[in-house]
């Protein structure tokens, strides 16, 4: 199994640039989270989605959209990139087995840099 | 609301020397309590969890954390530390009153942990 896989691993945009984020994982898992990390402020939630077809906001999700159209698939659109907008984005999925205290499974992040 | 506090943002300790990384919680019901781990450049791996039973848990990589209820605290903890056991430590807490469908981790502002040969 290779788990969580995000794409690209990196990327530079400039200002006003669009982007699609990928995440893929192959452990049959219903739900799917999209995280930024930044220095010194942990990992923070910016879209989730509890099921195919099916997403929520989370803490920080102004300037991004989601789509879950496929079980296996979450991705993170950026319509209008900002400076603001570097950082490094985590996919993570987790399984509806043992609800809230199943674990997350991280991707290996995707490094974006806003000119 | 929960929330999670890493006190302390480095922590240095010697090789073979014990090693505790300090996690304080805040929830409004029971809570579900997280560790991981993140090399550079890389993701967060999985630790160990606590859900319920047993107040200590062991988990990957010879580590283990104990969950103090009355103290609000979840420390990571072990034995002998390995030049290896560098690396940035997260604790994460999802409160067990979240609605259904909700189960979103917060996670600490992270503790750098670093071993000294």
């Known amino acids: 199994n290779a788990g969580v896989t995000q794409t690209p691993k990196f990327r530079v945009l400039k200002t006003g640039q669009s982007m699609t984020l990928l995440c893929a994982q192959d452990m049959n898992h219903e739900y799917m989270y999209w995280y930024r990390q930044d220095p010194g402020m942990g990992l923070r939630l910016i879209h989730y989605?509890?099921?195919?077809?099916?997403?929520a906001k989370g803490e920080v999700p102004d300037g991004y959209n989601v789509s879950r159209l496929k079980k296996q698939n979450f991705l993170l659109g950026l319509e209008s990139a900002a400076p603001s907008q570097t950082s490094v984005y985590f996919c993570a999925s987790s399984s509806a087995r043992q609800g809230a205290g199943d674990t997350q499974y991280f991707g290996p992040g995707t490094r974006l840099t806003v000119l | 609301a929960q929330s999670v506090a890493q006190p302390e943002d480095q922590v240095n300790v010697a090789e073979g020397n014990p090693l505790t990384v300090k996690c304080t919680y805040s929830?409004?019901?029971?809570?579900?309590l997280f560790w991981y781990v993140q090399y550079p450049n890389r993701g967060l791996q999985f630790l160990l969890k606590?859900?319920?039973?047993?107040?200590l848990v062991k988990g990957s990589y010879g580590f283990e954390a104990e969950f103090n209820k009355s103290q609000t605290s979840f420390h990571l903890k072990k034995p002998s530390a390995l030049v290896s056991d560098s690396a940035l430590y997260f604790c994460?807490?999802?409160?067990?009153?979240?609605?259904?469908?909700?189960?979103?981790?917060?996670f600490g502002k992270g503790t750098k942990l670093s071993v000294i040969p």
């Open positions: 994460a807490v999802r409160d067990t009153r979240s609605g259904a469908g909700s189960y979103q981790l917060t």
């Open positions: 606590y859900i319920t039973g047993d107040n």
């Open positions: 989605s509890v099921g195919e077809g099916t997403t």
């Open positions: 929830v409004s019901g029971n809570p579900y």
